[in-house]
């Protein structure tokens, strides 16, 4: 199948198919999506001699892992918790044994990394950050394996000023690399800079990468597309970096990022599908844990979704998830067991600002809708002022509106949905809270277009949203588009 987009310049380079390589890719992707382990007896085709082949002994599991993982890691791609833990233990050995040794202090580094980001644990934060300063000790500014460690690290921590300054390194000292595009593009993008990263991704589309990493670009396209709008682009390319994954901890990343995709058009059948999918393949996939139990609930599936979401948080207490299911509780009329969640959210925010995570973000939404509005107004002024990118834009602006300042407030939702201003993600939370303030600010035509907007995208999007949407828009009753002709004199 050529899976080259309509779109110009956006497709991956890629030269004349090979059915060999294809029917390869369709046999791998069979053997993750079918949970097939590695050693299976292969049957040899007719005519092929038998004899008998003398290998070494198979590496332990614990081994095998860590030597899985020391390749993804390497090249960027998700690694499952089990092999990183193997290699974070193979790494601090060697470490130990060979002091002066900077690739394995940026390579147990950049596995300290991964961990803490996929299990939500901030304290492997402060871990990775003194493996990474110590590779650069070693072998100074041009050692781009330790530079695309503190840009990865500075990614998890949403640090995205030092994400793009060491991003931007890794860049000079060694161009053609193709592992230092991605998190300056995450950077670009968390700062609010779309046109610096569509022009990142351009110049990385341009690179002539392996096998290995053309997955993990084609993910990354896939994100750009998604945030320009361009939707069935953005699943062409996670399509097909799914289908093209090495591993499964790898396959399960993209197939959640599908489901994400599905969630966010309301599509339901076909998110819980990628999320399902993807447990199977990796049951630690964070991010699928949680887009099932949210499935779930749009579904009418309450108790499922509930027992979701505490096993998935029960394991990896994340703070956006924590306040999902407290906003879960509060639908369903359960106050107290909401204010938990609120509570426990607070731990996790104060475990995760000890590892050096940014999330001024999360609390500041969390204080718009359930604490001090103009707490979170200013937490998330600051954070503007730092980092101006789209969630910002959006939380500000619903802050500002809970806090009364509705004309300021329409600025800021403005700049989240207005495609001229590098809001072309298509939300339908950002709608919504656009259509609420130009209601409450007596615009009531582009009130009901945004609302309706938001109800079309995803008539799901959230317990306490959607249906305070549903009655906005049926408070504004028969409201016309376009403002009525002034009577003659």
């Known amino acids: 199948m050529d899976n080259r987009l309509c779109v110009p310049g956006t497709s991956l380079p890629a030269g004349p198919p090979r059915r060999r390589r294809r ?65 974070i233990a193979r790494q601090e050995a060697r470490v130990r044994e ?40 070693v072998r100074g500014s041009g050692n781009t394996e330790a530079l695309d460690g503190l840009a990865a690290l500075a990614l998890a921590r949403r640090d995205f000023p030092a994400a793009k300054q060491y991003g931007e390194q890794a860049l000079r000292a060694a161009p053609k690399r193709w592992t230092a595009y991605p998190p300056l593009i995450d950077a670009y993008t968390g700062l609010g800079d779309y046109t610096k990263a569509r022009a990142t991704l351009d110049k990385l589309l341009e690179l002539r ?14 994100a750009v597309y998604r945030d320009r709008g361009w939707r069935e682009d953005a699943v062409a390319q996670l399509t097909d970096a799914a289908a093209a994954a090495r591993t499964p901890a790898e396959q399960a990343a993209w197939l959640a990022g599908l489901g994400q995709l599905a969630w966010e058009r309301g599509d339901l059948p076909d998110a819980l599908r990628h999320f399902e999918a993807a447990l199977r393949l990796d049951p630690d996939q964070r991010a699928a844990s949680v887009g099932r139990a949210r499935t779930l609930v749009a579904q009418g599936r309450t108790s499922e979704a509930l027992a979701g ?58 204080e718009a809708d359930h604490g001090d509005p103009w707490d979170g107004v200013e937490r998330l ?15 500000l602006g619903w802050a500002l509106h809970r806090a009364g300042e509705d004309e300021e407030a329409l600025a800021y939702a403005t700049a989240a949905t207005d495609k001229a201003k590098g809001g072309g993600v298509r939300s339908a939370l950002y709608a919504f809270h656009r259509g609420v303030i130009e209601a ?27 249906a305070e949407a549903r009655g906005a828009l049926a408070s504004l009753g028969d409201v016309p588009d376009e403002p009525l002709p002034a009577e003659a004199p």
Do not use: C, K
């Not at 509060?330 to 067991?337: A, F, I, V």
């Open 98 to 137: 060979r002091p002066r040794d900077a690739r394995a202090w940026a390579v147990l580094g950049s596995a300290f990394v991964q961990r803490g980001h996929r299990a939500g644990d901030a304290a492997d934060f402060p871990r990775a950050e003194r493996a990474l300063r110590t590779s650069l000790e």
């Open 309 to 366: 979401y505490r096993a998935a948080l029960a394991r990896q207490p994340d703070p956006a998830g924590l306040l999902e299911l407290g906003e879960l509780y509060e639908s369903l009329g359960r106050t107290g067991l909401a204010e938990e969640q609120y509570e426990r959210l607070r731990a996790a925010v104060r475990q995760a600002v000890a590892g050096g995570v940014d999330e001024a973000l999360v609390i500041g939404r969390f």
């Open 381 to 395: 002024r600051q954070e503007w002022a730092r980092q101006p990118g789209i969630e910002v834009a959006d939380a």
């Open 209 to 222: 990468t392996g096998a290995e990493a053309r997955p993990a670009v084609m993910a990354r396209a896939a």
């Open 23 to 87: 029917v390869l890719r369709r046999v791998l992707v069979a053997v993750l999506a079918g949970g097939v382990v590695a050693g299976t007896a292969l049957t040899l085709l007719p005519g092929e001699h038998r004899q008998r082949v003398v290998r070494p002994p198979a590496p332990g599991p614990q081994a095998a892992a860590g030597t899985r993982a020391l390749t993804t890691v390497t090249y960027g791609v998700p690694a499952a918790l089990p092999g990183l833990t193997a290699l």
């Open 440 to 466: 409450e600010l007596e615009r009531y035509g582009p009130a009901r277009r945004h609302l309706q907007e938001a109800l079309r995208i995803n008539p799901y999007f959230s317990p306490l949203g959607a």
